[in-house]
């Protein structure tokens, strides 16, 4: 959803995994779809269950969203990983010309940049990863962490969804890079950004939110919530009000918690017995991964459970379905529900709460319940924030939107409205690429001595560590 608006509108080439796997021989099709070219390659099943059910799934994902305890990690995995990957770069390398710029995308390609720089390619490589980056204490967990994690450095631009990941990054590379230490050296080059330079390659750090289109998914809103499914569900709920999450079907997403918060809220405030109705959408996904086969029992177990407890005849307080729906009728969704119930136990940035944004009418807006802990809170301060964790809280902003005055909810999303507007999908791909590009220009650099310091095991001295924004700053 992020890069589609940034090709069409530039032109390029997008290069990825088909999304099918080979009985046979793997292929890789081209295909020309308005001005994008799109180059698609196969899986073979070993790479299939090494590489994605594998290393990336079932290893870099639960460690990146903190769940040490899910990571399953095995030596031949971590093989289908590379080996994947140089399947990627030698087929990247027979559409690059030497000008062209690479975006790569996601903790599933981290070596393509190493890959392409073996064999001699010099052009201009970034990297954005759409996920968190935890701290370096986590962040060793990852077996061979020492191996993978040092290959950021052979882009040229490192970007994150918030300051906070990108220090954690920045943490990493100072504390546990060892081979590295003696030869790394650290410039401050803005307030949000960091040069790393190793062996005369320099690698620049950055946080570069992502946005969404929001003129585009309102009006996309403003016209599906006359749509004949919109206005089904309308007429179903006979004046109830709507609560909605929509989300993967995903262990990050904290829908077992935020079930057992809707039940918290119904047992606490039984004037709202009947009248409201919670509609959680959850596409299944990784069904192959045993972790989310699990997830998606115990999910249907705990809407159950409300269901029996609270429901009645006429009502039935949580609908929960597995099925995909398209953009178009989620944005209908989003406009007639009263609340939106985003709370993952941890996210990159999350869309959906921005999408929720968007979508509201702003005569009579809905109430965003957010989570702290994802990167999307950092710009929606007028949300509701909430710790995912305790389900008491999340009852309690369920209560409160629910009965929040039409003013104060007007004036709410004005600001996030705003929020979202100005750092939009656009800002994103601009600033991103104008970096990587060299468009907007150095800042000036500081003296290789500013944090050797620091480098060097001795007191931090001049650069010091934000704690509440992740943010470096210098202290002269």
């Known amino acids: ?270 004037d709202w017995l009947g009248k409201v109705t919670y509609l959680q959408i959850a596409p299944k996904n990784r069904s192959e991964i045993p972790e989310y086969a699990e997830l998606a029992e115990a999910a249907n177990a705990a809407a159950g459970r409300v269901n029996g407890k609270y429901g009645e005849v006429s009502w039935t307080p949580v609908r929960y379905v597995n099925r995909v729906y398209s953009r178009s009728v989620l944005a209908g969704l989003y406009r007639t529900a009263r609340v939106g119930l985003v709370t993952p136990l941890r996210d990159g940035m999350n869309l959906v709460a921005k999408e929720y944004i968007a979508a509201q009418d702003p005569d009579d807006p809905g109430v965003l319940i957010l989570s702290r802990f994802a990167g999307a809170a950092i710009g929606c301060r007028r949300a509701l924030l909430v710790n995912p964790y305790d389900p008491e809280s999340v009852a309690g902003a369920i209560a409160q939107a629910l009965a929040m005055p039409l003013a104060e909810r007007r004036a709410r999303h004005r600001e996030l409205l705003a929020g979202v507007s100005e750092n939009d999908v656009d800002k994103w791909v601009r600033e991103y690429l104008g970096v990587l590009q060299g468009e907007n220009g150095l800042a000036e650099q500081m003296e290789a001595s500013f944090a050797q310091p620091l480098l060097r095991g001795a007191p931090p001295g001049r650069l010091h560590l934000n704690r509440e924004n992740g943010a470096f700053a210098s202290r002269r």
């Open 1 to 270: 959803m992020a890069l589609r608006p940034a090709l069409h509108r530039k032109g390029g080439v997008w290069l990825g995994w088909s999304g099918k796997v080979a009985a046979g021989a793997v292929t890789t099709r081209r295909l020309l779809h308005k001005n994008v070219e799109y180059v698609v390659t196969d899986l073979s099943r070993d790479d299939y269950q090494e590489y994605y059910n594998g290393f990336a799934n079932r290893v870099l994902w639960p460690i990146l969203h903190y769940r040490l305890d899910l990571a399953e990690f095995a030596r031949r995995d971590l093989s289908g990983y590379f080996r994947v990957n140089r399947h990627f770069a030698t087929e990247l390398e027979k559409v690059i010309a030497p000008d062209d710029i690479i975006w790569v995308h996601d903790y599933h390609l981290i070596p393509i940049a190493d890959e392409l720089r073996r064999r001699g390619h010099a052009n201009r490589i970034g990297f954005f990863l759409h996920v968190p980056l935890p701290s370096p204490e986590v962040l060793t967990s990852l077996p061979n962490h020492e191996q993978l994690m040092p290959l950021l450095l052979q882009y040229d631009l490192v970007g994150f969804q918030t300051e906070n990941d990108a220090g954690n990054f920045v943490r990493y590379l100072i504390t546990e890079t060892n081979g590295l230490r003696q030869e790394m050296r650290l410039f401050e080059t803005s307030p949000q950004r960091i040069t790393v330079t190793v062996n005369g390659r320099q690698t620049r750090i950055g946080s570069f939110p992502v946005g969404i289109e929001p003129r585009g998914f309102q009006r996309l809103a403003r016209r599906n919530v006359r749509s004949p499914l919109v206005k089904e569900l309308v007429a179903s709920l006979d004046g109830r009000a709507l609560v909605i999450g929509v989300d993967r079907l995903d262990y990050s997403k904290g829908l077992i918690q935020r079930l057992e918060a809707f039940d918290t809220f119904l047992a606490r405030h039984g």
